[in-house]
T-cell receptor
Framework: DAKTTQPPSMDCAEGRAANLPCNHS???????VYWYRQIHSQGPQYIIH?????ETNEMASLIITEDRKSSTLILPHATLRDTAVYYC????????????WGLGTSLAVNP | DSGVTQTPKHLITATGQRVTLRCSPR?????VYWYQQSLDQGLQFLIQ???????AKGNILERFSAQQFPDLHSELNLSSLELGDSALYFC??????????????FGPGTRLTVL
């Protein structure tokens, strides 16, 4: 399964857009890009996922490059409650999968 | 609230002991996953069950075992505990079936402290 690379930390001002990048250069055709976040030792929370096309839901937008080697999670109007560790992972929809979680990006939203 | 429940919330025990962590998946989810998260570390996938059968195995120690029961709840058994087993243990569930993407919903976790 493909591994992901994310910056260890980022800062964002409250009310501004937070753009979190993720590199997954070895992703294969049947692997989805998923984003989760974890707020201070709570259980990780699902945010959004995509395969090829850009996706948007009530929480965030996901932009996947045409070659699928990288993606960006966008929180359009970050709030203090968005301070968390954000994980980008790739998941194979096949039968046998090993789920690899990196260390994620620690996002600090500042007032 | 994800709909996944885990008990107990906290567990403090001594080295060499055995503990059991319990997870109830979301209603309708057949797949259960267990993860370990040590201090300031990412999540380490341990094991996955689907409808009572083991489906994928990660870095699970031989001292650890899990099972999923007919009512779909799952238990993670940790034995001969060591100090290094102190961690957060998360359970997640999904309606995963082969060929589909796998959105996992996580429980609140069990914090295990081994003294």
């Amino acid at each position: 399964d493909a591994k992901t690379t994310q910056p260890p930390s980022m800062d964002c001002a409250e009310g501004r857009a937070a753009n979190l990048p993720c590199n997954h250069s070895t992703i294969s055709g049947n692997e989805y890009v998923y984003w989760y976040r974890q707020i201070h030792s709570q259980g990780p929370q699902y945010i959004i996922h995509g395969l090829k096309n850009n996706e948007t839901n009530e929480m965030a937008s996901l932009i996947i490059t045409e070659d699928r080697k990288s993606s960006t999670l966008i929180l359009p109007h970050a709030t203090l409650r968005d301070t968390a560790v954000y994980y980008c992972i790739v998941i194979n929809a096949g039968n046998n999968r090993k789920l690899i979680w990196g260390l994620g990006t620690s996002l600090a939203v500042n007032p | 609230d994800s709909g996944v429940t885990q008990t107990p919330k906290h567990l403090i025990t001594a080295t060499g002991q055995r503990v059991t962590l319990r997870c109830s998946p979301r209603s309708g989810d057949l797949s259960v996953y267990w993860y370990q998260q040590s201090l300031d570390q990412g999540l380490q996938f341990l094991i996955q069950y689907y409808n009572g059968e083991e489906r994928a195995k990660g870095n699970i120690l031989e001292r650890f075992s899990a099972q999923q029961f007919p009512d779909l709840h799952s238990e993670l058994n940790l034995s001969s505990l060591e100090l290094g087993d102190s961690a957060l243990y998360f359970c997640a569930s999904s309606d995963w079936d082969r060929g589909y993407a796998d959105t996992q919903y996580f429980g609140p976790g069990t914090r295990l402290t081994v003294l």
